[in-house]
């Protein structure tokens, strides 16, 4: 079973900085889209930023000019660097690939286990 491992989560003070890592936990055909996204206590879980297979990026408005995502595909990795964060920042991170494990298979959607940001003021 594929599974998206991540790395990179913790505290950080108000206007740090953390980057996200997500990588797949073994080898795949291909991987399309790939992206994070974030749930705070009591609501729901919300896009952060996405990226396609070639290249086309999409952010959340709340996160345009201090977030940037990336990918490395050679690695099957997908990146989130964060960067000027604020205390409403603070939330579980996951990300999320869709992915086909054989040339023969279907593609399907995986996320990752999450990984806390708290962000203090």
């Known amino acids: 079973q594929v599974q998206l491992v991540e790395s990179g989560g913790g505290l950080v003070q108000a206007g740090g900085s953390l980057r996200l890592s997500c990588a797949a936990s073994e080898r795949i055909f291909s991987i399309n889209d790939m992206g994070w996204y974030r749930q705070a206590p009591g609501t729901q879980r919300e896009l952060v930023a996405r990226?396609?297979?070639?290249?086309?990026?999409n952010y959340a408005n709340s996160v345009k000019g201090r977030f940037t995502i990336s990918r490395d595909n050679a690695k099957n990795t997908v990146y989130l660097q964060m960067n000027s964060l604020k205390p409403e920042d603070t939330a579980v991170y996951y990300c999320?690939?869709?992915?086909?494990?054989?040339?023969?298979?279907?593609?399907?959607?995986?996320w990752g286990q999450g990984t806390q940001v708290t962000v203090s003021s």
């Open positions: 990226i396609t297979s070639s290249g086309s990026l």
């Open positions: 999320n690939a869709q992915i086909s494990r054989y040339s023969w298979s279907a593609r399907s959607t995986y």
